[in-house]
C-alpha cells in the first residue's frame, strides 16, 4: 500500500512506553496491560452487557469503543485491547456463530469439504468494517501514552473451535481430522492463515499501533505438528504483515507450549513473546535472544486472591526481568469474579520502583 493512504497518525515511530518495550527497548518500570482486561469483573461492562449479546457487542463500533475504553478510565493502562474476539473471522467468513451463557461460543462445526464451502473470503473484510470502525474511532480517543492494540487467534486455535464447533475438553474432532482428513485440515489452515494475515493489516490500516496473536491451543500438539501447524503458520502471518508494516510490534501467546517457546520466538520473527502462567520468566528469558520482548506473565489466581502475595508476586517477576525488554501481564485473561481493587492495585505495585 502506498504511503499516502495511511492515516497521518501512522507517520513516525511512536514513543508511547507500551511500543518501545514492543520494539526491544528495557523500559522502567515495564508497561503494563492485561489480557481480559475489559470483562465481567467491571461492574461498567456489566451494566453494557444487558444491553447487547456478545456479537453485536463487538460488531458495533460504539460499543466496541466504550468496553475498550472502560479498563484505560480506571487503571491508565499502557494498552488497550481492542473489544473483540478470536472468533470474529470465522464468522466473517459465514460460519454460524453465538455465544451463550456458560457455555461460551457455539459453533455450527465444520468437518468435511463439504462444509468449507460455508466459507466465503471474499465478504472477509467487509463484515469486519465495524472492527476497523472501532479501531479508527479508538485513536482519537485513547489518552496519548495508551497504545492501541489488534489482535487474531493464530490459525490452529480457531481452527480448533471452527471444528469442535466450541471449546472442547480433549479436541478428539480436530485431531481425528488432522490424521483422517488431512486434506480439509490443510485446506482450513491454509483459509486461516491468508485472511488473518489479511484481517490484521486491516486493523493495522485503522489504526492498531501493535498486534498479539492468541494460540491458546496450540500447546496440546507434540512438537512436529507444533511446528508444521502452530510456527509456520504464524511465520508466514509475520512474515505478511512485515512486508506491508515493518514498524508493527507482533506479539505471539503459544499458551501451553512449554519448551517449545523458544523454537517459536525464533522461527516465527515475532517481536514479543507472551509467556503463560506456568513459564518461568528469568528461564525462558535465558533460552531466547537478549532482544526480544518478553510479556506476562502474572497467574490471573493470585490477582483474583490481592493482598500481599499480589504485590509479591509480580514484583517478583517484574525484578526478575529487569534489564530486558518486557511487558507486565498475566499469564491468561483476567477471571470474572476479580474484584476491580485488585486490578488497581496491580497496577500500583508495577509502577511503583
Ligand atoms: O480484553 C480483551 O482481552 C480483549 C477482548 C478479547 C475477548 N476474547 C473478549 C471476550 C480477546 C483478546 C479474546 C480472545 C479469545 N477469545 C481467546 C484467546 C485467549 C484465551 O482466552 O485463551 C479465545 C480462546 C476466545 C474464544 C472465546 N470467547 C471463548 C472461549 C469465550 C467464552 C469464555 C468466556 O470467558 O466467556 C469467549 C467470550 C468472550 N470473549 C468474552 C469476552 C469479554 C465473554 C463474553 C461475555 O461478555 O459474555
Given amino acids: 500500500m502506498t504511503q499516502a493512504s495511511t492515516p497521518a ?44 449479546d456478545f456479537l453485536t457487542r463487538c460488531m458495533t463500533p460504539e460499543i466496541a469503543v466504550e468496553l475498550t475504553l472502560q479498563p ?27 455465544f451463550e451463557e456458560g457455555r461460551g461460543p457455539i459453533l455450527t462445526p465444520i468437518r468435511t469439504e463439504e462444509d468449507l464451502k460455508v466459507l466465503d ?3 472477509m473484510m467487509d ?28 490459525p490452529f486455535t480457531v481452527a480448533c473451535y471452527m471444528v469442535e464447533g466450541g471449546g472442547s475438553r480433549d479436541f478428539a474432532h480436530i485431531r481425528a481430522m488432522m490424521q483422517q482428513k488431512p486434506s480439509v485440515f490443510n485446506k482450513l489452515m491454509d483459509i486461516l492463515t491468508r485472511n488473518t494475515a489479511k484481517m490484521l493489516c486491516g486493523q ?31 511465520r508466514q502471518i509475520v512474515e505478511y504483515i512485515r512486508a506491508r508494516h515493518p514498524d508493527v510490534p507482533l506479539v505471539g501467546f503459544p499458551r501451553l507450549g512449554g519448551v517449545m517457546v523458544a523454537e517459536y520466538a525464533e ?29 506476562g506473565n502474572l497467574d490471573p489466581m493470585i490477582l483474583l486472591n490481592g493482598g500481599e502475595a499480589l504485590v509479591k508476586e509480580a514484583r517478583r517477576i517484574r525484578d526478575s526481568l ?14 470474572k469474579t476479580t474484584p476491580p481493587e485488585h486490578v488497581a492495585a496491580l497496577v500500583e505495585a508495577i509502577r511503583d520502583v
Fill in 127 to 154: 463484515a469486519v468494517e465495524p472492527v476497523r470502525e472501532a479501531l479508527r474511532r479508538l485513536r482519537r480517543e485513547l489518552p496519548e501514552q495508551t497504545a492501541l492494540l489488534g489482535f487474531a487467534g493464530s
Fill in 322 to 335: 529487569k534489564g530486558r525488554p518486557h511487558v507486565f501481564n498475566l499469564g491468561h485473561g483476567v477471571i
Fill in 121 to 123: 473470503e471474499d465478504r
Fill in 267 to 295: 522461527k516465527t520473527g515475532i517481536n514479543a513473546l507472551a509467556l503463560d502462567t506456568v513459564a518461568e520468566p528469568a528461564k525462558v528469558a535465558e533460552m531466547v535472544p537478549d532482544t526480544l520482548t518478553l510479556q
Fill in 9 to 52: 497518525v501512522h507517520t513516525g515511530r511512536s514513543d508511547k512506553p507500551l511500543l518501545r518495550a514492543l520494539r526491544g527497548e528495557a523500559v522502567w518500570p515495564p508497561p503494563v496491560w492485561l489480557m481480559r482486561q475489559a470483562g465481567r469483573y467491571l461492574p461498567e461492562f456489566r451494566a453494557m452487557r444487558e444491553q447487547a
Fill in 204 to 234: 493495522i490500516e485503522a489504526g492498531a499501533e501493535a498486534i498479539m496473536l492468541f494460540d491458546s491451543w496450540g500447546g496440546i500438539l507434540p512438537p512436529e505438528a507444533f511446528r508444521q501447524y502452530v510456527i509456520e503458520p504464524t
Fill in 72 to 98: 484505560i478510565r480506571r487503571y491508565g493502562m499502557d494498552g488497550a485491547i481492542l473489544f473483540s474476539d478470536i472468533l470474529i473471522l470465522p464468522w466473517a467468513m459465514g460460519q454460524d456463530l453465538r
